[in-house]
């Protein structure tokens, strides 16, 4: 892939003039490198990246260095290895379930271009699912969001949402990224809680994500806090299993 490589390049040389770069093992220089060429657009879903020998030849690098660099990216889910083609940047979205992201950051992030569809957007008075997932009381107003969440014109989510009315008085305000609207509502969220589950999608789910019904999916249900412990979102989506990979990094600390 011609076009990637002179950005590659430049990227790598960037991370080694890097202030400590010397104390940096060089597979995690060029594993920086390539994030940064995807990140920045120049490597989208799907394309190849330069043979191990081309990456190893234009880096002065050996090909144990490059392959370590793929391989932890392989194993991260944005790089994808096909036997006897190459090494090709995964077109499936992944999802770190350590950091506090939305969907549109997640697909920015990949270069694409997040959009949704609103199946419903409504106001009125807590469930009692809700008031206990938004510490809310009985009567206490909600905005309810239900979407489809796409990249492009490709169905990834479907998502249903219920934040306070007191932090955000109509539902209309949400555009396109909840988190963007509660940034300007002056109420983004520092942290959350995720509960993940396998799940196999029905008729109808499986309609709206155009994926044949049995199809695997992934049930998230998120609550998100202010810094003050105040619930802000509470979220349930349902994503493709066949687009979406979440990834935690685990530390084993004394």
């Not at 080694?16 to 940096?24: L, Q, Y």
């Not at 995807?38 to 490059?66: C, K, M, N, W, Y």
């Not at 007191?166 to 539902?171: A, E, F, G, M, R």
């Not at 993940?196 to 992934?218: F, M």
Request: aromatic share 6%; with cysteine; hydrophobic share 40%.
């Amino acid at each position: 892939m011609p076009a990637a490589r002179t950005p590659l390049v430049d990227e790598f040389r960037r991370q080694n003039r890097r202030s400590g770069a010397a104390d940096s093992p060089a597979y995690l220089r060029l594993r920086s490198a390539i994030e940064g060429v995807i990140d920045a657009g120049h490597l989208q879903p799907g394309h190849a990246l330069p043979s191990e020998r081309e990456l190893a030849r234009l880096l002065s690098l050996s090909r144990v260095t490059v392959r370590k660099a793929l391989s932890g990216l392989v194993d991260e889910g944005l790089l994808t290895q096909r036997q006897g083609s190459g090494t090709f940047v995964s077109d499936r979205i992944v999802r770190s379930a350590s950091h506090l992201t939305s969907f549109s950051d997640d697909l920015r992030a990949r270069g694409l271009d997040p959009r949704s569809r609103f199946l419903e957007r409504s106001l009125g008075e807590v469930t009692p699912e809700e008031a206990m997932a938004l510490n809310l009381s009985p009567g206490d107003g909600v905005i309810r969001l239900y979407r489809l969440r796409l990249a492009g014109d490709q169905a990834l989510a479907i998502e249903r949402s219920a934040v306070p009315q007191s932090v955000l008085s109509d539902p209309a305000v949400v555009r396109n990224s909840l988190y963007e609207a509660l940034e300007r509502a002056g109420c983004k969220p520092t942290r959350a809680l995720q509960r993940l589950r396998a799940v196999v999608l029905d008729g109808e789910q499986a309609r709206l994500l155009d994926v044949p019904p049995g199809s695997p999916g992934l049930w998230i249900e998120r609550r998100a806090f202010l810094e003050d412990g105040r619930v802000v979102e509470y979220t349930t989506s349902l994503y493709r299993g066949d687009k979406y990979d979440f990834v935690a990094e685990l530390q084993n600390n004394p």
